[in-house]
């Protein structure tokens, strides 16, 4: 399995422009997330999703879209690129059965610079 | 409502010496607790939870954890600390209680640096 796969590794974007991150997990998760991690501000999640279909706003969903058309891939849409959105983007995933106790499997990030 | 605090930015210790990494958290019900490292320009892993029983959790790396109810605390430890140690450590905590929050919250990391 190679887990969970996110592209491009890095990024630079100017403002205005709009990109989207890719995210594909193969360990047949139904649960899928997006966070940010900013230096001394920990993970803030953006969006996640509970199945194919069904997506629901974090934290910090404001600039950010998302999509879930399958059970594997999660792409992240930035449409107006700002400053604000520089940061290193994690997607993860967990198996999702309700009461049980998930451990959440990152993939190695996307750095994103907004110029 | 769930939230996690690690009050420290940073913890410094030596090579072959003991490391405790701090972390407290309040819920509603009873805790699901989680630790996390995060190697420099990769993605988190998972180290060790809790959910229910003992409160000496153990977990890779030779790393455990002491759940504290009265204390509502999730201190990570190990008994010997290696250079190659050196990361970020989160903690997240998920509240269990009827009508919780499915999704963690993670605290802000602590950075470990192990001296030679």
Redesign the interface.
Known sequence: NAG?TQTPKFRILKIGQSMTLQCTQDMNHNYM?W?RQDP????K?IY?SVGAGITDK?EVPNGYNVSRSTTEDFPLRLELAAPSQTSVY?C?SSLGL??K?????????TRLLVL | AQSVAQPE?QVNVAEGNPLTVKCTYSVSGNP?L?W?VQYP??????LL?Y?TGDNLVKGSYGFEAEFNKSQTSFHLKKPSALVSDSALY?CAV?D?SPGGS???T????TSLIVHP
């Open positions: 969970v997330y966070y001394g501000m920990g993970l999640l996640y974090g994690f993860a309700g009461a106790v998930e451990t959440q499997y990152f993939g190695p990030g | 930015d699901y989680f996390y320009n990769r993605g988190l892993q998972f939870k959910i989160f998920r269990m499915y999704i963690p993670f605290g802000r990391g």
